[in-house]
């Protein structure tokens, strides 16, 4: 019985653990994972609806001049560009490239804010747009 | 729920997400470099056997991508039994579903 323990696998506190900026990275690629998969059942059904008519299309591209539509999308870019960023610097390590720890902060410190900035940005962008109509 | 587990999840995770990347890519460079697609544009694309087959299998990488990534996370975070367990079926039904979804509305199209 007390071999099934050992070998059982440990679980994490997240409150116990310091965050180092790869950590930041590491965790920020199973936020917008999650996130990610949060917003896939509304992706299928913006696809179903964007070839439903040409009015449900409209509709749909209409959608982004709400400033809540802004804000939604900015998080949404952010967990892509975040996941994205983060997914390739784990293949890149996975190959052996970049997996040094100086690199593998430099990478992590170029994804944290590579990702905030594609979303600040887009953000920026579409309440600019939005309040400009 | 050994559904995908061990080094085969771990490869099964790498290779879908190589896909979702390429369609990622052509899907962004098409909206980037060329005019916004018209109701018509996006219609006969999706409609032809190419892109929809293109579309299907996006989401198909993604649902079994997002199926590896979901249950590294739940095995991690969730200690109780019974809470994983309704977790992961319910994304599983979850990701199942969109993939039908989709799956049937393309089949549609090009009906």
Redesign the interface.
Known sequence: MTRQRDTA?K??N?FEIRFPVGAIASIGH?IS??L??LA??L??QA??R??HS?AE??ALLAMRASPWASIATAVVAWAIAHH?LA??RH?LM?LGVGHRLAAARASAWFVNVAALAVAIAILAAGLWSGGAR | MRVFSGQRAWLLQ?VS?LLV?VL?AVGGLRLLFWPAPS?ED??SF?SSAHGAVL?VLF?GA??LH?WV??RD?V???L?HRAVRFAVLLL?AT??V??TL??LF?LGG?IA
């Open positions: 696998p679980f994490l997240l199973r994972g999650v990610l998969i896939l059942p992706a299928a696809l179903e964007s070839l040409e299309f409209r994205l997914g390739i293949l996975d | 790498r997400v990347l990622l109701y996006w219609r999706a579309i989401f993604v649902a997002a990534g979901a996370v095995l991690d975070y200690q994304v979850m990701l579903a969109v979804r989709v509305v199209q």
